[in-house]
């Protein structure tokens, strides 16, 4: 019978460590585990990224954890015959701690490594979410037990107020003021509403914590009602999140059956229930006014502010509205106190912040980061770079309404302010990464086909004028732009922002505007040479015969879907321009490197 | 069912749930007892996670290992769906990505049976706040 393996050496084979030699790296510790005879009690296991590319190749050896940095193929020899075979570390391969300068032997004593801090997302993964008593065995509903039993409202708003909670659902407004505004206001009755109305194309966030982790949404949201002083809590979601739906609808029955919703909570006389309510998945809706109208049956669409939702907002009682991820840092604030969480993140963004990662990046997924993590770091770092090791262009923060950062921007931290002031916006967590092949201006016009899909067509500026903006942006990716063109964008997209009544139309130019000031010459490029280095605008580029590489084999006039490659066998072929559908095919099926693109 | 109505109500739960999480990994069989989670996020789900998590549950089963298969949320790895963590008893828990029932096959034959790694580890790259 075989050895049992007794030592693992993963090698880390992430793109990082790929392109600094990781795979031969492999094939060398394999092959001195061989000669020294140790092949049935130890193994070589590749693995996905450590998410440490700049120590990379990365070599970490279980059981013992040990974590190796920079690892040469040449070292798989002293690797093998000191740790394999005489259990002895190298000692200088470790991972040495910048601050006290010292080798640290096992990677669970360097967990800073790790950029990613888990506090809202912390039971995402962990608990099975159809169980409450998993909440439960992960200190749930203490924090509701104990605002309820030994806190007053004012000093639960008083801790969040600390802790400097800021809304993850973008905009960044104070949690605490907000809930101290709506405690204010006097009504007879209150709401607590969650805006689960994720709309942002590539974002998850929400929806993952919704159903990873249901209940602390649940929690939070009582923790809100009891310092506002609301009996009643409103879920909107949209009908396009039946997981999330179904879980939260668990959750709710389940912290009923517990009493943690419903009458009298915690023998105190305080009462809070919640209900859903589900979107149809406008855009809009996430705009608090046009929630509360949606939640009332009304049509989806903005009103004036003031009066704010915490002054007058669901049939006409004052309520606060949260978005999901902001919900999900408060049962845990409350626990470890303001304190804790503001020792988090930077001096006026605390704590952590929930992206989506998603685009031209290898490790696509859901990260949360303390604030003040740049953007480099998550790119390349926790998203393990770029794919197909091509070149980083740019990456559209903040969605629809925020706009494209660039090279320039890489070493940026994350945070409210200074996305703001880089022409961009946190907003509620997407982040899609570009690269060399994308053309920004058919970015922007993607970006606002989908607000013109989605204004509500209330006011003028973002009905007609996004239409228009669209219209120039069209014009321009066909070829028929003038630098006249980008003048009328640049000032139609002001006209929009400082005209529209909802935050939709005042943020929609922002990628127009975003991409004409990082981009510009790329915008000339297309209306001055007519021409799209990225080879997205179709009717700025041609594929082409290379005469002096044709070989005549005909497998591009085979692959062509609409037969518009002429020429005999071993003969040069021509592609008739005129019957062209740009796809590509024959581009991709050359052998000789005969097609180019012009 | 009982409700609960006070803190201490609250914290006698806790600690018979978690006193139910650890008896999981302590049970009379340490030796056989294994612990899987299946990250059934709609990520997940999209990329096969519910078969995964039948076929587990099913050759288990069949093959006579005494394991506990849960589903849990997102583990954020969404570009190697579907992922589950395995627990083995005294062990730190292994995440694998991109596991179908093939691969599913190759965990139990290998890993959850003799502790020998294979391919398809993701490490886990965030920070918990628990102490």
Known sequence: ?598 | MTKIKSLADLRKKKEEFEQKLKLRETSINPENYVQIKVGMATSGIASGAKEVMDYLIEELGKRGIDAVVTQTGDMGYCFAEPTIEVKRPNEDPIVFGYVDTKKADEIIEKYIKNGELVEGIIPVNYETIDE
């Open chain 1, 1 to 598: 019978m075989a050895k049992q393996i007794k030592m693992h050496l993963l090698v880390c084979c992430g793109t990082g460590c790929r392109a600094s030699q990781s795979a031969t790296l492999q094939k060398a510790l394999e092959r001195e585990l061989k000669t020294n005879g140790l092949e049935d009690e130890a193994k070589v296991v590749t693995t996905g990224c450590f998410g440490f590319c700049e120590k990379g190749p990365i070599v970490k050896v279980h059981p013992d954890n040990t974590f190796y940095v920079e690892v040469k193929p040449e070292d798989a020899e002293e690797i093998v015959k000191e740790h394999v075979l005489k259990g002895r570390k190298v000692e200088r391969l470790l991972y040495t701690d910048p601050k006290v300068k010292e080798h640290v032997p096992d990677s669970k004593h360097m967990g800073f490594y790790r950029k990613q801090i888990r506090i809202a997302l912390r039971n995402c993964g962990l608990i099975d979410p159809e169980n409450i008593d998993e909440y439960l065995a992960r200190d749930g509903y203490q924090a509701l037990g104990k605002v309820i039993t030994e806190m007053t409202p004012e000093s639960t708003i008083d801790v969040i107020k600390k802790s400097e909670l800021r809304g993850r659902g973008g905009a960044g407004f104070p949690t605490g003021l907000k809930w101290e505004i709506t405690r204010k206001s006097k009504s007879d009755q209150k709401y607590v509403v969650c805006n689960a109305d994720e709309g942002d194309p590539g974002a998850f966030m929400d929806r993952s914590i919704l159903e990873g982790d249901p209940h602390v949404v649940l929690e939070a949201m009582a923790i809100c009602g009891y310092a506002i002083g609301a009996d009643k809590g409103l879920i909107y979601i949209r009908a396009e999140y039946p997981l999330a739906i179904h879980r939260l609808k668990i959750a709710i029955e389940q912290a009923r059956e517990y009493g943690l919703l419903g009458k009298n909570l915690f023998n105190s006389g305080f009462n809070f229930d919640i209900d859903l309510r589900y979107g149809a998945g406008a855009f809009v809706c996430g705009e608090e006014t046009a929630l509360i109208h949606s939640m009332e049956g009304e049509r989806g669409e903005p009103t004036f502010k003031p009066p704010f939702p915490s002054v007058e907002g669901y049939l006409g009682k004052p309520t606060n509205v949260n978005n999901v991820e902001t919900f999900a840092n408060v049962p845990i604030i409350i626990n470890k106190g303001a304190d804790w969480f503001k020792t988090i993140g930077t001096e006026k963004s605390k704590g952590t912040k929930v992206f989506a990662l998603a685009g031209k990046i290898n490790n696509v997924g859901l990260i949360e980061i303390p604030m003040g993590t740049t953007l480099r770091e998550v790119i390349f770092e926790i998203g393990g770079g770029i794919k197909d090791g091509k070149k980083f262009k740019a990456v559209q923060t903040g969605g629809p309404s925020g706009g494209c950062l660039t090279e320039k921007h890489l070493d940026l931290p994350i945070e409210y302010e200074t996305l703001v002031a880089a022409g961009s916006m946190m907003g509620s967590g997407g982040m899609i990464v570009m690269d060399e092949d994308d053309c920004m201006v058919s970015v922007a016009k993607f970006f606002l086909d989908f607000t013109v899909e989605e204004s509500c067509g209330k006011c003028s500026p973002c009905r007609i004028g996004n239409k228009r903006l669209y219209e120039m942006l069209d014009t321009i990716t066909k070829g028929e732009g003038t630098m006249e063109t980008l003048d009328k964008l640049k000032n139609l997209s002001k006209v929009i922002k400082d005209t529209s009544l909802c935050g939709l139309g005042q943020t929609a130019p922002n990628p127009v505007l975003s991409t004409i000031n990082n981009f510009w010459d790329e915008y000339v490029e297309h209306v001055v040479d007519k021409k799209c280095k990225a080879s997205v605008c179709k009717s700025l580029m041609r594929y082409v015969v290379i005469p002096e590489n044709c070989v005549g084999c005909t497998v591009c006039a085979r692959n062509c879907p609409v037969n518009c490659i002429k020429g005999e066998r071993k003969q040069v072929h021509e592609i008739d321009q005129t019957a062209c559908i740009k796809c590509g095919a024959c581009y991709e099926k050359c052998k000789f490197n005969a097609i180019e693109i012009v």
